[in-house]
């Protein structure tokens, strides 16, 4: 593409060009008029002062035999000839006739008819540049003859010629010249507007930050102050729109539900993090294909039917097989319309209520085993107590006997509502600990000490090895102690008589561990993941049986939760079970 600078200068020199030539013919045949006007008033000068001459020296035959020829030939250049009426040649100085004597004879007779007209003088043109210039000479009031002058007008041509030398060297220096000036005068403005011009292109092609020289006040200044206003604009403009486009782009990418848009040909358009991870797909399988070629769900592509027909907002609950597992989606769509009604397509966005329905059918659970597990004592009681007003209170041993069971069970039926207790205050969110150095193998001692008659009872050993005599954590010493007396205690229920439970405790540099190990009915590994729930229990007769209230190891994670710390379970069927305790030596 050809500059702005050199169509400029182009046209410049070209129209420079055209009027030098113009003045350069102009001036040239302006010279040459003046030099051939000049020419001829000397040439006719001089022939009618030789007339005049001769006739004042008395006529032509007078003239020419005094001999006064040869005093007019050192006067002039030009070549001198006396003819009579008749055009016949009296005297001839021969200066220039040698060199073409046919043609001067030629134009001396048509000076011969001239006077034969009447025409006493003037000028007559030959051929190759001659000019005649001829004068009556009278005698006695009649002609006698005329005097000529001739001479080529070579001297002119040679002029003329220098002339055009003159002109022309001056116009090639002018051009020269001028064409230096222009091209610096084209340089000075169309710099700024070249600039302008690129700085325009950089941002019809989006780069804001493109900007062009402001020199100055004239239009070509206010053309680049507008220009770089301009830009700044659209580089606000650009900015904000990055900006939002950003962080609109990362709440989608980052937002925890699931996002799936749609145009309004059915060509899935965008997706984001949360929905490739939920359905365990890529990009390079969703974008820019039909949907119902994609997604293999009947229940989704129907959502997405009917909100293309409906052209309605849709929200419903579906359950959706994932690989080995089952997710329940809430699924919200709606289409998108723009401005002037312009369908544009539909986005849908799909919830993950899975764990929101775990924690629904945990709450459910939670209430049926409450209910049970208040139920069976409550029972107990009224049975017993009915079955004594009924008669049995005279016979002392069934009294004795119906007392002791009534009893067993409000303990039990207490124990269950302390431990309901503890475990609600324990998930309340302001609980707070009391946090204090608490050493870790004091309360194990003292734990064994409270059961050990339970121990005995079943005949069980209970051995405690301990790496050192103070370990110290930070925590509460009540909930600690209760952490244990639940793990001890649950060892001591599904362990078999003339079994054995060990505790081993021990330290590192940032935790004590504390591992209750026994060898009794052990846990199946598919039990495993459920045995921290509320109520669950892995053996529900023998667990029964033995008074546990199925709270034990909820109450524990939660403790060891709020003081930041873990357990871990090991379990083989047959063999026994491990609990391992970690407790941090400092929390806060």
């Not at 190759?128 to 210039?133: A, D, S, T, V």
Request: hydrophobic letters at 40%; charged letters at 25%; glycine letters at 6%.
């Amino acid at each position: 593409m050809t500059k702005f600078k050199t169509k400029l200068l182009v046209a410049i020199i070209s129209l420079i060009i055209i009027v030098l030539l113009a003045e350069g013919l102009l001036l040239g045949q302006v010279f040459k008029n003046y030099y051939v006007h000049t020419f001829n008033e000397r040439i006719e000068r001089e022939t009618n002062f030789i007339a005049n001459y001769i006739q004042e020296h008395g006529g032509v035959s007078e003239f020419i035999h005094q001999g006064k020829t040869e005093d007019l030939a050192n006067l002039h250049d030009d070549n001198f000839t006396i003819i009579n009426n008749d055009g016949l040649i009296l005297y001839d100085d021969n200066v220039n006739r040698n060199s073409h004597p046919e043609r001067h004879k030629d134009m001396l007779r048509s000076i011969a008819k001239r006077l034969e007209s009447g025409k006493q003088s003037g000028i007559v043109e030959g051929p190759k540049g001659l000019q005649y210039y001829y004068q009556t000479i009278q005698k006695g009031g009649a002609i006698e003859g005329a005097a000529v002058l001739s001479n080529e007008i070579e001297a002119i041509d040679q002029v003329n010629s220098q002339i055009w030398w003159i002109l022309t060297i001056s116009l090639i220096a002018s051009l020269c010249i001028i064409t230096m000036f222009a091209s610096k005068i084209a340089s000075r403005y169309s710099r700024p507007i070249e600039a302008a011009a690129t700085t325009a292109i950089e941002l019809a092609e989006g780069n804001y930050r493109a900007r062009t020289y402001e020199r100055s006040s004239d239009e070509i200044g206010i053309l680049s102050k507008s220009l770089n206003i301009l830009a700044r604009n659209l580089q606000e403009m650009q900015i904000a729109r990055d900006l939002h486009q950003d962080r609109l782009e990362t709440l989608i990418e980052n937002i925890g539900s699931g996002v799936l848009q749609i145009d309004h040909k059915g060509h899935i358009t965008m997706t984001n993090l949360a929905y490739k991870q939920q359905f365990n797909m890529e990009d390079t399988e969703l974008l820019y294909k039909v949907y119902y070629e994609v997604i293999p769900y009947a229940e989704i592509i129907a959502i997405i039917e009917e909100i293309f027909m409906t052209e309605k907002s849709i929200k419903r609950q579906v359950l959706i097989p994932l690989s080995i597992e089952r997710k329940h989606f809430e699924v919200y769509g709606a289409p998108i319309i723009v401005k002037n009604d312009e369908w544009k397509g539909i986005i849908i966005v799909f919830h993950d209520i899975t764990e929101l329905k775990k924690l629904e059918q945990m709450r459910k659970d939670f209430v049926a085993n409450v209910s049970h597990e208040l139920k069976t004592p409550i029972t107990s009681i009224k049975g017993f107590s009915e079955t004594l007003l009924d008669g049995a209170l005279k016979d002392e041993q069934a009294l004795y006997d119906f007392l002791k069971i009534i009893l067993s069970e409000s303990d039990r039926l207490q124990e269950l509502i302390q431990e309901l207790l503890d475990l609600s205050k324990i998930e309340q969110q302001d609980f707070v600990l009391q946090i204090d150095s608490v050493n870790v193998s004091t309360i194990l001692e003292e734990s064994m000490a409270m059961l050990c008659g339970k121990a005995e009872e079943k005949n069980i050993t209970l051995i405690l090895e301990s790496k050192s005599p103070s370990l110290w954590v930070e925590g509460e010493a009540n909930r600690i102690k209760q952490i244990f007396i639940n793990l001890i205690t649950n060892a001591l229920n599904y362990t078999s008589s003339e079994g054995e439970v060990k505790i081993e405790a021990s330290e590192d540099a940032d935790n004590v561990r504390v591992a209750v190990q026994d060898n009794g009915i052990g846990i199946e590994s598919k039990e495993l993941p459920r045995i921290f729930e509320r109520f669950y229990r892995v053996d529900k007769a023998r667990s029964r049986d033995s008074g546990g209230t199925g709270l034990g190891l909820a109450i524990v994670k939660h403790i060891l939760e709020v003081h930041k710390g873990r357990i871990t379970v090991e379990s083989s069927p047959g063999k026994g079970t491990t609990f391992t305790v970690f407790l941090k030596k400092h929390i806060r």
